[in-house]
């Protein structure tokens, strides 16, 4: 019958293996790990600076001095998840991207030409490399920048907070001047019209109507009691304050009652335009910071005992799967393919 050694055949247990060849696993296992920890000495330590803050609530600055307005948030709340996701879609924003970018010269402190080919390419994957942003588990936003200079790190961090609480104090500021302008040109065009009623009633009122109402009353009355006593010159004059009455009254009642809703509604717009006044100047903090960044003293990256015993392991394994197929290749040649 023909016989075929197998691998596991040829091959002793696992111990015995290790007990084998553990003198040239070892040499192995430890040449790796050295090699990968001098290597590790040729890169350049990261510094992390990072900074976390609490984004306050989102709401109309005009909230804080007008009553009865704005009861459903507090302006002293904060930690609210959508407001973290929100002010982290501003920290992606190109504006603060490239005042970081600008400020902290990174096209030379990264080495990157930027008049290379794709060199916003190259620089927009060093940044993401090395500044990023996550909301914590508390509702928190926290920012980490990796650089080699620990006090650029921080700095960058910090920078970063401030500009964002400039920023999303100006997208505010810049959205309440254009609802101002939108109240104004329409508190312009109510004012217009206010005048155009005042001035149509003060050509009605040169008629000697001052209040329809009251007087229709009156003159009816006078009316009825010389028509009763058969007063005729009483009767022509009144008739003619009836005849005028008649005609400009439904005018006049129309004019007066439009005038008042309209005075009303410029009360309430002058109000609003007050508010939105309020928030187009105002700037107040939009977070709430929690701790500031800082020089590191202690360096992130790398590891160089993680890199030494992380190539140490894969020594042993790289080695000892080389020595098991050497030994099972040794085993196949040595086998007599005939019976």
Request: hydrophobic share 40%; no cysteine.
């Amino acid at each position: 019958m023909n016989s075929e050694p197998t691998f596991s055949k040829s091959s002793p247990g696992v111990l015995a293996f290790i007990l084998q060849h553990w003198k040239t696993l070892l040499i192995i296992s430890g040449f790796s790990g050295l090699v990968a920890l001098g290597v590790s000495f040729l890169i350049k330590p990261l510094y992390k600076g990072t900074a976390v803050f609490y984004p306050a609530v989102t709401q109309s600055i005009s909230n804080l001095v007008s009553t009865g307005r704005g009861a459903d948030k507090d302006f002293l709340d904060y930690g609210e998840e959508e407001e973290a996701e929100r002010v982290i879609q501003i920290l992606h924003a190109n504006e603060i991207r490239e005042y970081i970018i600008a400020n902290y010269d990174l096209w030379k402190h990264y080495d990157i030409d930027p008049k290379s080919p794709k060199a916003r390419t190259k620089m927009m994957r060093k940044y993401k490399e090395n500044v990023s942003f996550r909301r914590t588990e508390f509702n928190s936003v926290e920012i980490s920048v990796l650089d080699t200079d620990p006090k650029r790190a921080a700095g960058m961090a910090n920078d970063l907070v401030h500009k964002l609480d400039t920023m999303k104090n100006r997208i505010q500021q810049e959205r309440a001047k254009q609802g101002l302008l939108v109240v104004e040109a329409k508190y312009a065009e109510m004012e217009k019209r206010i005048d155009l009623l005042s001035d149509s009633l003060g050509v009605i009122r040169s008629k000697g109507i001052n209040d329809y109402e009251s007087q229709a009353e009156v003159v009816n009355k006078e009316y009825a009691a010389a028509v009763a006593s058969g007063n005729q010159r009483a009767i022509a004059a009144l008739q003619q304050k009836l005849d005028t009455l008649s005609k400009y009254g439904s005018a006049y009642q129309a004019l007066s009652s439009e005038l008042e809703l309209l005075t009303e509604q410029k009360v309430l717009l002058e109000r609003k335009r007050e508010e939105i006044k309020t928030d187009a100047e105002s700037f107040v903090a939009q977070i709430m910071p929690i701790d500031y960044a800082y020089e590191a003293d202690t360096k992130t990256y790398p590891k160089r005992a993680l890199i030494g015993l992380g190539a140490a392991f894969a020594g042993l394994i790289l080695g000892a799967l080389f020595l098991l197929a050497q030994q099972h290749i040794r085993a196949l040649q040595g086998s007599d393919p005939k019976s």
